[in-house]
């Protein structure tokens, strides 16, 4: 027993937590990587946004896509289920080049095609801005990974227990509120965890439009002071942090849904 939980102590993020400790020291002692930190930290806002609200809208959108999936309509799961597949089948890097520079020109021309015939101003394709447009492509990214994961949960829910609460009377909205999406929404926590964490990473992919996140700036400021060890190395950490350390509070939050499943 001893054994197992020597075994099981998280030496990897001891090893992790040295290595930060010495690069955060460089920053504290070393001009080089103090100048780039100070660079790079106008970044960290605008990857914690771009990771957050796209998220969140492909969670939304993820969900709908489910449901739609589980229509008893046909064509309501066609239409889904050639969503997902499409999306899922084009890399995020080409659907983010698509959206902004297709799609979104497409979107605006149909706009002020729309606005002449009401008599407004139309709208110019600089004022829809690129941060937008990586968002939306993120947001459609990964709404058909989420869809899955959400369609996964929702039919792993016994169906006695949605039997039972329809035999009570529910509605169908409250069996879904009360009783299906609780159960699911345990059981969908860990990949949900696991693609918010994958979310951060590509979020990266966002400075190929030239948005001034983490690795754009650490790419202007490596060009700038030609220390591309120094830089990439702050780059690297600081995608690390908040990646390690969103996993480990997904662990706990996992660890108290199941304590709390076994009282």
């Known amino acids: 027993m001893k054994a197992l939980k020597d075994q099981d102590f998280p030496w990897w993020l001891v090893a992790l937590g040295g290595i930060g400790a010495v690069l955060f020291y460089q920053v504290w002692a070393s001009e ?22 796209a998220y969140a809208m492909a969670c939304v959108l993820g969900l709908l ?48 095609w729309l ?19 990586a968002i939306i492509a993120l947001t ?9 994961v959400f369609r996964a949960g929702l039919q792993a829910v016994d169906k006695g227990q949605i039997e039972a609460a329809q035999a009570l009377g529910l509605s169908g909205w409250q069996r879904f509120r009360h009783v299906v999406f609780p159960q699911a929404f345990r059981m ?10 994958a979310m951060v990473k590509d979020s990266s992919l966002v400075s190929v439009l030239g948005v001034a996140d983490i690795t754009q700036l650490g790419k202007v400021t490596a060009a700038g002071n030609f220390r591309y060890f120094e830089t990439y190395n702050l780059v690297a950490l600081l995608y690390l942090t908040m990646t390690v350390g969103l996993s480990l509070v997904l662990r706990r939050i996992e660890a108290r849904f199941k304590a709390r499943d076994q009282r």
């Open 115 to 133: 606005m002449a015939h009401l008599g407004l101003e139309p709208v110019k394709t600089r004022d829809f801005p690129l941060l937008w447009r």
């Open 140 to 148: 459609l990214a990964y709404s058909a990974f989420l869809a899955e």
């Open 32 to 53: 080089v990587y103090s100048s780039a930190m100070r660079l790079l930290a106008k970044g960290i806002w605008l990857t914690i946004f771009v990771t957050v609200v």
């Open 188 to 197: 969908i926590l860990p990949p949900l965890g696991n693609d918010f964490v």
């Open 65 to 112: 896509l489910a449901l739609a999936g589980l229509s008893r309509f046909r064509a309501i799961r066609q239409v889904a289920r050639f969503y997902i597949e499409v999306v899922r089948g084009v890399p995020i890097m080409v659907l983010l080049l698509y959206v902004a520079f297709v799609a979104a020109p497409a979107a605006i021309y149909g706009w002020n």
